[in-house]
């Protein structure tokens, strides 16, 4: 395991279905960092990338980058499915409480109509930005939204020359861009060593990166250093990735765990399960080794979860006192984020108490003398009865920051 890490780490070409690196750990590298794949040092090119996003996200914030009419920009519409989605949108909401909330911010990923049209009924096609994030170029969702969402702005503006100031892109496929009437120049690249899963703090992050800005955004990379470091540094036993990992293995191998819940308690979470589906499900979801031979363990688990209390009224009940062993993570944080005062910050601590409530629950149960001494009638008691111990890690930070959304 650790051999392999390091080769990640130094770009060697580990994906060898692909015959790729697997290099997102560079897009957080220090500039004076010297990464090479290929022999060529990959660096200063993500800097580049990352100083003309900067730059851009600027002007569109400041209102210098106006559409096409003068008009300034009011909404942005990330168009964009699987990794080029689920991780600016994830993030977005996550950090929402950084963002400028002078701009709105949509994002668009079914191939179903419905999904465009509602998130642009409302929309002054004048004011809106549409950035198309697709790693490929190829993916005929956003390929397929993107050709309708150029209709709908050309059909309001009349004039192709709009699209220049209404659409940009974010991919590794320039041809596909030009062929697809986006200007390079309007175009932010990112490499094939960069997994689709993994891109959303490549040039993947624009939308998230217009949201909350270049500084917070740059914190942002700062907590995926921490933990790329801690993971190469730490000592196996106080190593939190692999220890993760390994837990999963067990769970999945050796206690026959099917799933596994992720239960975030912040609402900014909403969207971050989801985000996980795709990180670790298109990752494990394999049934042969690397050499292609039949797997004969469990690869990985369903990762599921929505976040708590929400979950605690609708399926909490089936992983205190189903017949399934159900393992889960708790997240939360001990602040409530900036923007809450008053009576809204006052509810974090009844939002935590019941974080702690349901770990202890799930960790200890309530066994049948606990509950008959709480005056429970005997017919009653099997059904007031919690098994407890079920495996559960409680993940807790401080407060949720860009810095520590990464970690
Ligand atoms: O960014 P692209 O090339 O449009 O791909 C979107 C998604 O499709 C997949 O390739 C698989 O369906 C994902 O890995 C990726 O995130």
């Known amino acids: 395991m650790f051999g392999l890490r390091d080769a990640m780490f130094r770009g060697e070409r580990i994906n060898t279905t692909e ?3 697997v290099l997102h750990t560079a897009l957080r590298a220090p500039r004076d960092a010297v990464i090479e794949v290929d022999g060529e040092n990959v660096v200063p090119a993500v800097h580049a990338v990352l100083d003309r996003m900067a730059d851009f996200a600027g002007r569109v914030r400041s209102g210098e980058w106006t559409g096409h009419t003068g008009k300034r920009i009011r909404t942005v519409v ?4 699987g990794g080029s989605d689920l991780g600016p949108a994830m993030a977005y909401e996550a950090l929402r409480a950084y963002t400028d909330r002078s701009l709105a911010f949509r994002f668009v990923s079914n191939v179903d109509g419905a999904d465009l049209h509602e998130a642009t009924r409302d929309l002054d096609p004048a004011e809106t930005l549409f950035i198309v994030a697709s790693k490929t170029f190829t993916t005929i969702e956003t390929i397929t939204n993107a050709t309708s969402a150029r209709s709908w702005l050309l059909d309001a503006l009349g004039d192709e020359k709009a699209v220049a100031r209404h659409f940009v892109a974010l991919s590794t496929n320039a041809g ?3 062929d697809f009437g986006i200007d390079t120049a309007n175009m932010f690249e990112f490499w094939d060593w960069v997994g689709g899963r993994y891109s959303f703090d490549s040039a993947i992050g624009l939308s998230l990166m217009i ?21 190469v540094n730490a000592p196996a036993d106080a190593n939190a990735p692999l220890l993760m990992g390994l837990l999963g293995v067990w769970y999945n191998n050796f206690l026959g765990a099917q799933s596994h819940a992720v239960l975030p308690y912040s609402h900014y979470l909403s969207k971050f399960t989801a985000y996980l589906q795709q990180l670790d499900m298109e990752s494990n979801g394999k049934s042969v080794d690397r050499e292609g031979r039949p797997a004969t363990w469990q690869t990985g688990p369903v990762v599921w979860g929505t ?3 929400n979950g605690q009224h609708a399926y909490y009940q089936l992983i205190h006192q189903g017949t399934k062993l159900i393992p889960a993570d708790l997240i939360g944080f001990a602040r409530p984020v900036a923007g809450l005062s ?6 974090h601590d009844l939002l935590m108490a019941n974080l702690f409530a349901q770990g202890q629950a799930l ?7 606990e509950v008959r001494a709480e005056g429970v009638p005997e017919e009653q008691v099997p059904h007031r009865t919690f098994r407890g111990n079920h495996p559960t890690t409680t993940i807790l930070a401080t407060e949720l920051t860009p810095r520590c959304s990464a970690s």
Not at 78 to 81: Q, Y
Not at 216 to 231: A, C, K, N, S
Not at 363 to 369: H, I, L, V
């Open 363 to 369: 960790a200890f149960g309530r066994t049948a003398e």
């Open 307 to 309: 976040p708590g209390t």
């Open 342 to 347: 008053g009576g809204l910050a006052a509810q």
């Open 176 to 178: 596909k861009v030009t």
């Open 211 to 231: 949201a909350i800005g270049p500084d917070r955004f740059r914190e942002m990379l700062d907590g995926f250093r921490i933990v790329d470091e801690h993971f």
């Open 19 to 21: 015959d790729r690196a």
């Open 78 to 81: 990330n168009i964009g499915i």
